[in-house]
């Protein structure tokens, strides 16, 4: 069993709407969560990394936060441009070790 | 920001041949690289992590004799296919640690599309 979900699988939605990706996970111990972009066919790019002590990160019009007690962390992408078309993976890392834990992604698709 | 590439970006190969891929950090010193594998619409799965200076470490089924992994320097890291069949056609993702930066950022390379025909 993955030890990181993310929901929705895929997502569509209109050009200058908001939405929602959750990740929750289960690693433990938990040492920190991030949110990658990643286009077809390039390499991953990081959004944001939150440690334990952290409950939200901003990063121009994307918002996560992080709620370490219920082990869930959410990324909001305001006022969607088409660029933001892209699979969005959330990635937890276990502490002391460095092990990378990732998500499967949310397939975002963003329509004009 | 940290910057990792990797070469080619694209390759074609024919069955039986070696395929070479690198990976460098351009602006930091990476003690760790990871290199990871994509099929489509799937998210990455880690084949072997590769310290400096030392053997990498395989994951649980990934063959060491198949994907020969060589950490020569604290920027570069290589990947290469031996003997590569259609089934090694993939995206293959290297990724670097900053260990200078806590908690440490990971940076991911453009990744190297590979066909095997």
């Known amino acids: 069993k993955n030890q990181v979900e993310q929901s929705p699988q895929s997502l569509i939605i209109l050009e200058g709407k908001n939405c929602t990706l959750q990740?929750?996970?289960?690693?433990?111990?938990?040492?920190?969560l991030r949110w990658y972009k990643q286009d077809t066919g390039r390499g991953p790019v990081s959004l944001t990394i939150?440690?334990?002590?952290?409950n939200t990160k901003s990063n121009g019009r994307y918002t996560a936060t992080l709620d370490a007690d219920t082990k869930q962390s959410s990324l909001h992408i305001t006022a969607s441009q088409l660029s933001d078309s892209a699979s969005y993976i959330c990635v937890v890392s276990v502490d002391g070790r460095g092990d990378m834990r990732f998500g499967a992604g949310t397939r975002l698709t963003v329509k004009p | 920001g940290a910057v990792v590439s990797q070469h080619p970006s694209r390759v074609i190969c024919k069955s039986g041949t070696s395929v070479k891929i690198e990976c460098r950090s351009l602006?930091?010193?990476?003690?760790?690289m990871f290199w990871y594998r994509q099929f489509p619409k799937k998210s990455l799965m880690l084949m072997a992590t590769?310290?400096?200076?030392?053997?990498?470490?395989?994951e649980q089924g990934v063959e060491k004799d198949k994907f020969l992994i060589n950490h020569a320097s604290l920027t570069l890291s290589t990947l290469t296919v031996t003997s590569a069949h259609p089934e090694d056609s993939s995206f293959y993702i290297c990724s670097a640690r900053d260990g200078g930066r806590a908690p440490q950022e990971q940076y991911f390379g453009p990744g190297t599309r590979l066909t095997v025909t």
């Open positions: 590769s310290n400096e200076g030392s053997k990498a470490t395989y």
């Open positions: 990740c929750n996970y289960t690693v433990s111990p938990f040492s920190n």
């Open positions: 602006d930091f010193q990476a003690t760790t």
């Open positions: 939150m440690t334990f002590s952290e």
